[in-house]
């Protein structure tokens, strides 16, 4: 999956599912999951767990995007690919 992250700006706002969006979450946008589902992200030797709590990225190209704190978990900072397991299914 293509995933970029959230800048600074969301920080505070009410996400799609109605959570405020914190920085520090290890939280992601989709625009298919269903809120609550969990996701493990793999990038190189780095995995993170993250959950759907907002709608997006409204970019072309992209599938997911992510916490600040879960892109800097996986090592970046732009946009990368990351392989993304679904660990838990929402419905």
Known sequence: AVCSWYGPGFDGRTTASG??????????????LPFGTVLALTRGSRRVIVYVNDRGPFIAGRDLDLSKAAAEALGFSGVETVQVEV???AE
């Not at 959570?19 to 298919?32: F, K, P």
Request: glycine share 0%; hydrophobic share 30%; aromatic share 0%.
């Open 19 to 32: 959570q405020v969006c914190n920085q520090e979450d290890l939280t992601c946008a989709s625009r298919t």
């Open 87 to 89: 660990v838990t299914a």
